[in-house]
């Protein structure tokens, strides 16, 4: 069974500062999405990355997928309360249609 | 971007009922979609691929005549919980995959049996 690890967990900071979240695996993964869930909400796609070493940026935030297509980082500069959410990583094989989800990031940014 | 839509957004049943959820991709053609079911605080857990014109493919421990799934049309798939029991009550979404298989998630509906 393939296992997407995210850390932290939970993570409550203040408007302004830097995070990044990390999602881990020993699996290797043809491509990779991130999603950010908002309660009572479905998820909402952030960014797809499929080459190994890219590295994609959204306004402030800064995705990268690692060499080896097992590992996934994303960075926020300066949250912002609007940053408030679930963040979800989830790996997809080339031959399967599937994806493994992470347990999420819960993030609280306080104004 | 791509749109997903779902229906109901919420729904509340008595047990012993069944329940029909809709899944609809907007804009675009899908000849998959995925139904997920999600507890509160957790992620999400694929529950079925549904594949348009064919049979679904049910993910291991979910009951496939206790879930029913059809996926009549390229922008179309409905999940039916039949027989519904309170642990049944969950966030259930579906997510739509494009031509570029990327999965496009609808809202989700709220599921509550009494």
């Known amino acids: 069974t393939q296992l997407l690890e995210q850390s932290p967990q939970f993570l409550s900071i203040q408007e302004g500062e830097n995070l990044t979240v990390y999602c881990n695996s020993s699996?290797?993964?043809?491509?990779l999405q991130w999603y950010r869930q908002e309660p009572g909400e479905g998820p909402v796609l952030l960014v797809t990355?499929?080459?190994?070493?890219e590295v994609k940026k959204l306004k402030r935030l800064t995705f990268q997928f690692g060499d080896a297509r097992k590992d996934s980082s994303l960075h926020i500069t300066a949250a912002q309360p609007g940053d408030t959410g679930l963040y979800l990583c989830a790996g997809g094989q080339g031959g399967s249609e599937k994806l493994v989800f992470g347990k999420g990031m819960k993030l609280t940014v306080n104004p | 971007g791509a749109v997903v839509s779902q229906h109901p957004s919420r729904v509340i049943c008595k047990s012993g009922t069944s329940v029909k959820i809709e899944c609809r991709s907007l804009d675009f053609q899908a000849t998959t979609m995925f139904w997920y079911r999600q507890f509160p605080k957790q992620s999400l857990m694929l529950m079925a691929t549904s594949n348009e014109g064919s049979k679904a493919t049910y993910e291991q421990g979910v009951e496939k005549d206790k879930f029913l799934i059809n996926h009549a049309s390229l922008t179309l798939s409905t999940l039916t919980v039949t027989s519904a029991h309170p642990e049944d009550s969950s966030f259930y979404i579906c997510?739509?995959?494009?031509?570029?298989?990327?999965?496009?998630f609808g809202p989700g509906t709220r599921l509550l049996v009494l």
């Open positions: 699996s290797v993964f043809s491509s």
């Open positions: 997510s739509a995959r494009d031509g570029r298989k990327t999965q496009y």
């Open positions: 990355v499929v080459t190994g070493g």
